[in-house]
């Protein structure tokens, strides 16, 4: 067995250990394609007030950038699909923010993976990446092998849907490669097209991140959300999933079994009067380890505000 083998059988062996499900590897070399679709997408003013979009582009095409001399490109795939069905709440909570912070769960993972690959092949050049640098990780998992990016613009697997994060290893160490995953499986299924409430879904995979309400409720930051959205959010609160809810595939969805993903109580149970009513204090208190703690809880109060102006709209 070649030294590219082994490591490569040993960095997937240790994936499944920490508790990811998928682990895909692609060579390193610049986004070509990618680079002109983002380039587009920037154009088209896609990002909103997403500035940070507009940084590092060159990073983002070409991992050499963010590793210099890398040689491979393994993506991670970690379920978060939980086991309970939502309740029905009038202030809705995306399903990747019910529990612990994602990016501190899977930082940690990623580091003593890494320790462990030291230890194992020996001193090499690395970085790990969870959605918080300039990495093009749906991209990197398509040439892995993992999966297709659908219509709603979300990587989607065959064995289990689409509610995964993404986690990202660039080392420059040669590895086997997987082939990149090479059919899209959408068909001629619109249904998330159709179910998006604020229509930010083109029929061409292009998403209008300024149309999403994931964007209205998250990276809108201390502004007035458009009055001319009042009365389509669905009562989500804080992101969205109705388009991965309505995808066919996510009927093969499976309960994950990550504890520190467990739901906190309030993130299911608040209501709009609860988040109206909830101190600062408190609000440190209950989501410190949560991803809600990025809108903070001005912006859960603004966002519920708007759900409650938008409901009183239409009686």
């Known amino acids: 067995m070649s030294a590219a083998a082994k490591y490569t059988t040993f960095i997937k062996d240790l994936a499944c250990r920490y508790g990811f499900e998928q682990c895909g590897i692609a060579r390193a070399q610049q986004l070509d394609e990618d680079a002109r679709r983002l380039e587009r997408w920037l154009h088209g003013g896609m990002h909103g007030s997403m500035q940070y979009m507009e940084n590092y582009f060159d990073l983002r095409i070409d991992p ?13 795939l970690k379920n978060y699909f939980p086991a309970q069905q939502p309740p029905a709440t009038d202030a809705r909570i995306s399903k990747y923010a019910w529990g612990t912070d994602y990016h501190w769960v899977i930082k940690d993972a990623l580091k003593s993976m890494m320790a462990e690959m030291q230890t194992a092949i020996g001193q090499f050049e690395g970085r790990g990446f969870v959605d918080s640098a300039p990495v093009l990780e749906r991209a990197w998992a398509q040439r892995s092998g993992l999966g297709w990016i659908g ?3 979300n990587l989607i697997t065959k064995e289990s849907g689409s509610f995964f994060f993404i986690a990202t290893l660039i080392v420059d160490v040669e590895l086997e490669y997987d082939d990149p995953f090479a059919r899209d499986y959408c068909g ?15 029929p061409d995979k292009t998403i209008n991140g300024s149309k999403c309400i994931s964007y209205f409720t998250i990276e809108l930051k201390d502004a007035i959300i458009p009055d001319e959205q009042k009365g389509r959010f669905q009562n989500w609160a804080f992101g969205c999933d109705t388009c991965q809810d309505v ?27 609860d988040w109206e009513a909830l101190s600062e204090e408190a609000f440190r208190k209950i989501f410190k380890k949560s991803p809600l703690s990025r809108a903070k809880l001005k912006g859960l109060q603004r966002n519920v505000r708007f759900l409650a102006e938008g409901a009183n709209q239409q009686v």
């Open 188 to 202: 001629s299924c619109r249904r998330c097209i159709d179910a998006c409430p604020t229509e930010a879904i083109g």
């Open 64 to 76: 050499t950038k963010l590793v210099p001399g890398a040689r491979s490109v393994i993506t991670l």
């Open 151 to 153: 219509r709603n613009g």
């Open 247 to 273: 995808c066919p595939w996510n009927r093969f969805s499976k309960p994950h079994h990550e504890l520190q993903f467990t739901p906190i109580p309030e993130v299911l149970n608040f209501s709009t009067r």
